[in-house]
C-alpha cells in the first residue's frame, strides 16, 4: 500500500504534502480512508478535476477506502479565486449541478466489493449547523491571522475589490467537511489541487484542534504544457468531462494532438498504463514521431476512463472514414455532426453542382479548379469518387437527411451541409 505513494510522485501527481515521511507510515499501515471534494459550481467536471480522480482511482487500487465528495453547501459559496467575487448561483441550479456531478464522479470509483467507495454531500451535516454552532464550535479554533495570510485571501485584500466575508469564511466550511468525515468515516488523508494548499490546510488545522488528531493532506501540481503555457484549453474552451458541453469526438481530437514534449507526461499523470508501457511508448515518440503512436494511446485510454470503450471506438471509426478509411454510412448523427463540426462548410440543397459545392466550401479555388480535381480522380463526396464534371447531389449523398462529406485528395475535406437538424 505504501507503493502507491511512490507511484504518484513517478507520475507527477505530487505537488507536496503536510508530512511526507507520516503519511508513508500511514500508508505502510492501511488501508486509510481518504477523500477528495468536487464543488458544483459548473454543471461539469473539467480536465483539473480528472487529475483529482485519477489520484483517487490510483489510492483505491491500492487497497485504501475512497470517500468522494460533492459539495452541495460549498458549491452555494465557491473558494475564493484569484481576482474577483463569484457570481453566486441559485440553490436550484447548485442542487441541480450537484446531481450531475455525482453521477460523473461515480463512474471512476468502484462501489462495489470488498472496498467500496463513498459517495457524500457536504449539504448532509452543513445545511443542520446553526450560526451559534458555527460560533461555538466551529470558529473558537480559528485564527483570523492565519485565515488573513492565505494566498488568495491575502491577494484578495490588497485588491480594489477587496474580499466578502461570504468567500473568507469558504475555509472554515471546507475545513468542517474534513472534521466531519474524520469524525463520520476515519478519514485522515484529503487529495487536492496545489491551488488549494491553503483551503486544505484549514481542515487539518481543525482536526487537530478539535479532535487532537494528525491527519495529512496531499496535492497535486497544476498540470502545465512544456513551453510553461497554461494545459486544458480546447478551441471551444475547458475541456468538459459532460458529452453535452464536449463531444467525445472533440475529447479524443484534444488529447491526439498533444505535442510530441507532453504526450509521455500526459500518459504518466491521465492514464493507467504500466511504467513498462510507457517506456516503449516514449521510444516510440523518438524513434517514429510520425506515427503518434503515444498520443493515439493517450487519446484512447482518456477517451475510454471519461467516456467508454463504445465511445472511443465509434470516435475512432469516425476519424478513419473521414478520410476514406472506413464507411460513413456507419457513423450514428451525433459522432458524425460532431466529427465534422469544425469543417469548412457551405449550405447546400439537392440537385446542387458538386462542382459548386467543392469551390463553395474553399476545397478549391475556383470552379475550374474543381473540374480539374474530378478530372484528375482527386474529388470525393462521402468517400466515393467524383466521376464526372456535372455531378449533383443526390438524395442519397445526405447522411442523416444533412451531410455530405466532401474531399479534395487525400486530407483536404469540407462539408456541404443541408441545414437539417441531426
Same mark, same amino acid.
Given at each position: 500500500?505504501?507503493?502507491?505513494?511512490?507511484?504518484?510522485?513517478?507520475?507527477?501527481?505530487?505537488?507536496?504534502?503536510?508530512?511526507?515521511?507520516?503519511?508513508?507510515?500511514?500508508?505502510?499501515?492501511?488501508?486509510?480512508?481518504?477523500?477528495?471534494?468536487?464543488?458544483?459550481?459548473?454543471?461539469?467536471?473539467?480536465?483539473?478535476?480528472?487529475? *483529482?480522480?485519477? /489520484?483517487? #482511482?490510483? +489510492?483505491?487500487?491500492? !487497497?485504501?477506502?475512497?470517500?468522494? @465528495? =460533492?459539495?452541495?453547501?460549498?458549491?452555494?459559496?465557491?473558494?475564493?479565486?484569484?481576482?474577483?467575487?463569484?457570481?453566486?448561483?441559485?440553490?436550484?441550479?447548485?442542487?441541480?449541478?450537484?446531481?450531475?456531478? *455525482?453521477?460523473? /464522479?461515480? #463512474?471512476? +470509483?468502484?462501489?462495489? !466489493?470488498?472496498?467500496?467507495?463513498? @459517495? =457524500?454531500?457536504?449539504?448532509?451535516?452543513?445545511?443542520?449547523?446553526?450560526?451559534?454552532?458555527?460560533?461555538?464550535?466551529?470558529?473558537?479554533?480559528?485564527?483570523?491571522?492565519?485565515?488573513?495570510?492565505?494566498?488568495?485571501?491575502?491577494?484578495?485584500?490588497?485588491?480594489?475589490?477587496?474580499?466578502?466575508?461570504?468567500?473568507?469564511?469558504?475555509?472554515?466550511?471546507?475545513?468542517?467537511?474534513?472534521?466531519?468525515?474524520?469524525?463520520?468515516?476515519?478519514?485522515?488523508?484529503?487529495?487536492?489541487?496545489?491551488?488549494?494548499?491553503?483551503?486544505?490546510?484549514?481542515?487539518?488545522?481543525?482536526?487537530?484542534?478539535?479532535?487532537?488528531?494528525?491527519?495529512?493532506?496531499?496535492?497535486?501540481?497544476?498540470?502545465?504544457?512544456?513551453?510553461?503555457?497554461?494545459?486544458?484549453?480546447?478551441?471551444?474552451?475547458?475541456?468538459?468531462?459532460?458529452?453535452?458541453?464536449?463531444?467525445?469526438?472533440?475529447?479524443?481530437?484534444?488529447?491526439?494532438?498533444?505535442?510530441?514534449?507532453?504526450?509521455?507526461?500526459?500518459?504518466?499523470?491521465?492514464?493507467?498504463?504500466?511504467?513498462?508501457?510507457?517506456?516503449?511508448?516514449?521510444?516510440?515518440?523518438?524513434?517514429?514521431?510520425?506515427?503518434?503512436?503515444?498520443?493515439?494511446?493517450?487519446?484512447?485510454?482518456?477517451?475510454?476512463?471519461?467516456?467508454?470503450?463504445?465511445?472511443?471506438?465509434?470516435?475512432?471509426?469516425?476519424?478513419?472514414?473521414?478520410?476514406?478509411?472506413?464507411?460513413?454510412?456507419?457513423?450514428?448523427?451525433?459522432?458524425?455532426?460532431?466529427?465534422?463540426?469544425?469543417?469548412?462548410?457551405?449550405?447546400?440543397?439537392?440537385?446542387?453542382?458538386?462542382?459548386?459545392?467543392?469551390?463553395?466550401?474553399?476545397?478549391?479555388?475556383?470552379?475550374?479548379?474543381?473540374?480539374?480535381?474530378?478530372?484528375?480522380?482527386?474529388?470525393?463526396?462521402?468517400?466515393?469518387?467524383?466521376?464526372?464534371?456535372?455531378?449533383?447531389?443526390?438524395?442519397?449523398?445526405?447522411?442523416?437527411?444533412?451531410?455530405?462529406?466532401?474531399?479534395?485528395?487525400?486530407?483536404?475535406?469540407?462539408?456541404?451541409?443541408?441545414?437539417?437538424?441531426?
Amino acid at each position: 500500500m505504501s507503493d502507491v505513494l511512490d507511484e504518484l510522485q513517478w507520475r507527477g501527481l505530487v505537488a507536496q504534502s503536510t508530512d511526507e515521511a507520516a503519511l508513508r507510515t500511514a500508508l505502510a499501515e492501511g488501508p486509510i480512508t481518504y477523500y477528495c471534494g468536487f464543488d458544483p459550481t459548473a454543471p461539469s467536471l473539467h480536465h483539473g478535476h480528472l487529475v *483529482q480522480l485519477v /489520484v483517487l #482511482r490510483h +489510492l483505491q487500487l491500492a !487497497g485504501h477506502r475512497a470517500v468522494a @465528495l =460533492v459539495g452541495g453547501a460549498t458549491g452555494l459559496i465557491g473558494d475564493p479565486r484569484q481576482s474577483g467575487e463569484r457570481v453566486l448561483n441559485t440553490k436550484e441550479t447548485v442542487a441541480e449541478w450537484t446531481v450531475r456531478l *455525482q453521477d460523473q /464522479v461515480s #463512474r471512476f +470509483l468502484d462501489f462495489d !466489493g470488498d472496498n467500496p467507495a463513498r @459517495l =457524500v454531500n457536504n449539504l448532509d451535516w452543513i445545511s443542520g449547523l446553526s450560526a451559534i454552532d458555527l460560533l461555538r464550535d466551529v470558529g473558537k479554533h480559528y485564527r483570523l491571522g492565519t485565515m488573513l495570510a492565505k494566498d488568495t485571501v491575502a491577494r484578495r485584500l490588497r485588491s480594489d475589490e477587496g474580499i466578502s466575508f461570504t468567500e473568507f469564511s469558504y475555509q472554515i466550511l471546507q475545513g468542517i467537511d474534513f472534521l466531519e468525515l474524520y469524525r463520520r468515516h476515519g478519514v485522515t488523508l484529503q487529495t487536492g489541487g496545489n491551488d488549494q494548499w491553503g483551503n486544505l490546510l484549514s481542515g487539518v488545522d481543525l482536526v487537530r484542534r478539535s479532535e487532537g488528531a494528525g491527519v495529512h493532506v496531499l496535492t497535486t501540481p497544476l498540470i502545465t504544457k512544456a513551453d510553461g503555457t497554461k494545459f486544458g484549453k480546447s478551441e471551444g474552451g475547458a475541456v468538459w468531462l459532460d458529452p453535452d458541453m464536449m463531444s467525445p469526438y472533440a475529447f479524443y481530437q484534444f488529447w491526439l494532438n498533444a505535442a510530441d514534449d507532453d504526450v509521455v507526461r500526459f500518459l504518466k499523470i491521465f492514464t493507467f498504463r504500466s511504467r513498462a508501457e510507457i517506456d516503449t511508448l516514449e521510444s516510440a515518440v523518438r524513434e517514429r514521431p510520425g506515427a503518434r503512436e503515444a498520443q493515439r494511446a493517450l487519446a484512447a485510454d482518456v477517451t475510454t476512463l471519461v467516456h467508454g470503450g463504445d465511445a472511443t471506438a465509434a470516435v475512432v471509426a469516425a476519424s478513419g472514414a473521414l478520410f476514406g478509411r472506413g464507411d460513413l454510412d456507419g457513423l450514428d448523427a451525433r459522432t458524425l455532426a460532431a466529427a465534422v463540426a469544425e469543417l469548412p462548410r457551405t449550405s447546400a440543397q439537392v440537385g446542387d453542382a458538386v462542382v459548386d459545392l467543392l469551390a463553395d466550401s474553399g476545397l478549391v479555388t475556383s470552379k475550374g479548379a474543381a473540374r480539374r480535381a474530378i478530372t484528375e480522380g482527386g474529388a470525393y463526396v462521402n468517400n466515393v469518387k467524383v466521376e464526372a464534371e456535372d455531378a449533383r447531389l443526390e438524395p442519397t449523398d445526405l447522411l442523416h437527411g444533412r451531410f455530405a462529406v466532401l474531399r479534395r485528395g487525400k486530407k483536404t475535406l469540407g462539408l456541404a451541409d443541408a441545414g437539417a437538424q441531426v
